[in-house]
């Protein structure tokens, strides 16, 4: 089982504050992935990285895959109310067959 | 954008009943079918592959027995929980990917309550 270690688990901070999580991994992956989920609903795809050190952008979300493609990184700036949700990375593993497997999430609070 | 149609939304079932929910890729079709679920604050967990036309590959401590998997067609897989019971209620969601190999995006279903009382 390739495990994707996320951290931190839970977090809660203010609007306008930066925040960074992780996504920790032994393992090399083809590609990794970031999703925000709402409650009772299914992940949306924020982004997809491949390229290890490649660095992508969308609005104040920043996402990082590392030169080895282990780990990944999300950095949000400015984090606005609309931002809270559970962030999952999710990876495929490099010598896998194939499949998605997730990350143990951090759950994001952005306090007004 | 490619769109995956789960249903039901939400399920509420008496403990020994079977309950099937349906995934479909609306607008392309899907060698390659996904199930997870999903318990309250924790993460998704791969439940099962599924291929069209060929038997799930189910994840270590997955029963295949009680979490039916049938892909019958390129945009269609179901997963029917037989004789469920309370410790199943749980949320399910089902993603299809849109090509084979690595390059084809995953697209995720809305997701399943389910409820055994």
């Known amino acids: 089982t390739q495990l994707l270690e996320q951290s931190p688990q839970f977090l809660s901070i203010q609007e306008g504050e930066n925040l960074t999580v992780y996504c920790n991994s032994s393992s090399v992956f083809s590609s990794l992935q970031w999703y925000r989920q709402e409650p009772g609903e299914g992940p949306v795809l924020l982004v997809t990285?491949?390229?290890?050190?490649e660095v992508k952008k969308l609005k104040r979300l920043t996402f990082q895959f590392g030169d080895a493609r282990k780990d990944s990184s999300l950095h949000i700036t400015a984090a606005q109310p609309g931002d809270t949700g559970l962030y999952l990375c999710?990876?495929?593993?490099?010598?896998?067959?194939?499949?998605?497997?997730f990350g143990t999430g951090t759950r994001l609070t952005i306090i007004p | 954008g490619a769109v995956v149609s789960q249903h039901p939304s939400w399920v509420i079932c008496k403990s020994g009943t079977s309950v099937k929910i349906e995934c479909r890729s609306l607008d392309f079709q899907a060698t390659t079918m996904f199930w997870y679920r999903q318990f309250p604050k924790q993460s998704l967990m791969l439940m099962a592959t599924s291929n069209e036309g060929s038997k799930a590959t189910y994840e270590q401590g997955v029963e295949k027995d009680k979490f039916l998997i049938n892909h019958a067609s390129l945009t269609l897989s179901t997963l029917t929980v037989t004789s469920a019971h309370p410790e199943d209620s749980s949320f399910y969601i089902c993603?299809?990917?849109?090509?084979?190999?690595?390059?084809?995006?995953?697209?995720f279903g809305s997701g399943t309550r389910l409820t055994v009382v």
């Open positions: 990285v491949v390229t290890g050190g």
């Open positions: 999710a990876g495929d593993w490099k010598y896998g067959n194939e499949k998605l497997t």
């Open positions: 993603s299809a990917r849109r090509s084979s190999g690595r390059s084809g995006g995953y697209t």
